[in-house]
């Protein structure tokens, strides 16, 4: 099916609202840094916790899961869903701290919690490294996503130019609005965007093809349906149909490293990021909190059903090989000439329009099993009616516009905040630094596009490369709230160890990810202490100042806080352990209570959602004991 008008007037009536949006706040927004990076510190946590939300909603979200879903069942979602750990740790140990510490941005904390030259030298390293190349890494494989949706969506235009068009308008209202505009965007953006998925499985289960739900189950293996993996095997990632099998030294990779160690957009351990942008935008400290919660809650229970539900009719409707090997067997000439058109799909020399049927039916299984995120808009474009179909191009849009927004503005607020004003002009009125901002905006969404057309070629393998050239820096990213000897040569040091480790285990021993996050966390937590330890403390005066506007408490600050009696820190951490314990739970149980349910089993539904409820009591009666409640 093709794009009619009444898809197009829908489209359009979307970008009408978000350019609405966003220029009715355009002008207070220019009035300073404070209103154009953190929304003038007076956001409510229900539109700073879903702006988080619609972030991670990145237009590659629907098509990553529908993959993991592909390629090793339900329980393939555990290679993200083991972060929710690190979240409920954001939430009880950190959002308070960083909404009091007062700062713009995470990178700001350095020269906050450090001294000396190397407090310096590491905040302008991390405003370049984070703000203009990890950033433009994430925004690539973000365009990289949108532009695989375009050439399925809308062919026979050129999708990279269409993903250029696109990221303009982005880039045109995220500098006119900053995050007083860009948040409430996003919130309008997610709410749209989820409603849009819950339509597309709705229709999709109600096709003749499948049934309805119970039918759709009846219809896969029980493997396939299974909520988790198994463990002790080695897994086969490109069999179709299998549950997820992980050796156990993967899945403690996974359940004990990866959710702490490693540096990932929107699971940053401590809470950095764009999510501390969130944070520190809040109304006040329970805010904070609330918004961290209500995000984490959203982003592990809410979102994910609606793309199983349409990934498992997928693998039902589309035909798909088990693998590309059995494909080749099956018509070992037409496979080469496949191959050879599927590789000439970027370069505008390939329409599918002139071949016959049968190319056309061998091109489609082979993309499939090559590139199963595909399946998601391939399901849209075959089986949703005018208009909804122009409704669910706008879901895409919407997710991807929030998502590159909020990279935009947090990722200029390292570059003007952290690097132009901290080491190019000092002085400058406020005017000034917006106007620098709205620039920089502007000249990143280029340079992000140049980086997504000549150097990123897959998005799982910039996946890869972040998490273990992160891995073991987390630690660091943790303990300095809570370890006074933590410096500046400590956090450096762990940023770099990884990058040295990561390619020794990689390709001098031959270790897949996630086994090379055992040797890089090992490697960098022993490189990182003997550097603490064989260099200076931070400042007394700095730690002093720190702990006064912080007031973090614990005995890692016993040898600050002694010198500060009239400063009485209000952390519970016995409380906030159980909250974190209890919070984990919450998530996990809700989620596979609403799978359970989906799927008509009641049983087992109720008793997971029985446990929901407990951890709920738990962490309400807590945060009642910690007077924490709105």
């Not at 929710?84 to 990178?107: C, E, N, P, Q, Y």
């Not at 906030?576 to 989620?591: E, H, M, R, T």
Request: net charge positive; glycine share 8%; proline share 4%.
């Amino acid at each position: 099916m093709h794009l009619q008008f009444l898809d197009f007037a829908v489209v359009a009536i979307f970008f009408v609202v978000i350019f609405s949006v966003a220029f009715y706040y355009s002008k207070k927004a220019g009035k300073d840094r404070n209103n154009f990076f953190l929304s003038g510190r007076n956001m409510p946590w229900y539109i700073a916790g879903t702006a988080m939300v619609a972030t991670t909603f990145a237009a590659d979200t629907p098509l990553a899961v529908t993959e993991l879903v592909a390629k090793n069942g339900i329980a393939g979602n555990w290679l993200w869903w083991n972060m929710a750990i690190g979240g409920m740790l954001t939430v009880f140990f950190f959002a308070k701290l960083w909404r009091r510490s007062g700062i713009m941005t995470d990178v700001e904390l350095v020269e906050f919690r450090y001294s000396g030259r190397a407090a310096s030298l590491l905040r302008g390293f991390r405003a370049l490294y984070l703000g203009l190349f990890m950033n433009a890494i994430v925004m690539g494989w973000v365009h990289k996503a949108m532009e695989k949706i375009f050439r399925i969506t809308i062919p026979g235009i050129d999708p990279l130019t269409l993903v250029v068009v696109s990221a303009i308008i982005v880039a045109i209202y995220a500098s006119a609005s900053g995050l007083l505009g860009t948040a409430r965007t996003d919130s309008i953006q997610f709410v749209f965007a989820i409603t849009g998925c819950i339509i597309l499985a709705i229709i999709i289960l109600q096709l003749p093809q499948i049934g309805g739900k119970i039918s759709l189950k009846e219809k896969l293996s029980p493997q396939v349906l299974s909520f988790v993996p198994e463990i002790g095997k080695v897994s086969v990632s490109n069999i179709s149909g299998g549950v997820l099998a992980l050796s156990t030294g993967a899945f403690f990779a996974f359940i004990g490293l990866q959710w702490w160690s490693s540096w990932y957009p929107g699971s940053d351990p401590g809470g950095g990021g764009y999510i501390a942008q969130r944070m520190m935008s809040a109304k006040d400290e329970k805010h904070s909190l609330f918004a961290t919660l209500w995000f984490t809650i959203a982003h592990y229970t809410i979102r994910p059903w609606p793309w199983i539900i349409v990934a498992l009719a997928a693998l039902v409707l589309l035909p798909r090989a088990k693998n590309v090997d059995v494909l080749k067997s099956e018509n070992p000439v037409l496979f080469q000439k496949v191959v050879t058109a599927y590789q000439q799909r970027d370069n505008g020399s390939f329409d599918i329009a002139v071949y016959d049927k049968q190319f056309k039916d061998f091109y489609e299984k082979y993309e499939n099993t090559v590139d199963p995120g595909s399946m998601y808009p391939k399901l849209m474009m075959r089986y949703l009616p005018s208009g909804l179909l122009g409704l669910l191009i706008a879901v895409f849009l919407a997710a991807y516009m929030s998502t590159i927004a909020s990279q935009l503005n947090w990722g200029t607020s390292y570059l003007i905040n952290d690097f132009y004003k901290r080491f190019i002009k000092k002085d400058a009125s406020e005017k000034h630094y917006v106007l620098a901002s709205r620039i920089g905006i502007i000249l990143m969404i280029v340079f992000s596009l140049i980086v997504t057309r000549l150097f990123l070629t897959t998005i799982s393998g910039a996946w890869e490369f972040i998490i273990n050239a992160s891995a073991g820096m987390g630690a660091v990213l943790i303990l300095r709230w809570f370890w006074w000897r933590i410096n500046a040569w400590s956090e450096i040091s762990a940023m770099i160890a990884p990058l040295i480790i990561y390619p020794i285990a990689r390709w001098g021993f031959g270790m897949q990810s996630p086994i090379t996050l055992y040797p890089i966390v090992l490697g960098t937590t022993v490189v990182w202490l003997l550097v603490t330890f064989l260099t200076k403390p931070t400042d007394k005066k700095t730690l002093q100042k720190f702990y006064k506007k912080v007031h973090p408490g614990g005995f890692g600050w016993k040898r600050v806080s002694v010198e500060l009696p009239e400063v009485k820190s209000d952390s519970k951490f016995g409380l906030s352990f159980i909250n974190w314990v209890s919070g984990v739970v919450l998530v996990y149980s809700f989620l596979f209570a609403t799978g359970k349910l989906i799927f008509g089993e009641f049983f087992l539904g109720v008793i997971y959602l029985i446990v929901a409820g407990i951890a709920t009591f738990i962490i309400y009666k807590n945060l009642q004991k910690q007077n924490e409640f709105i």
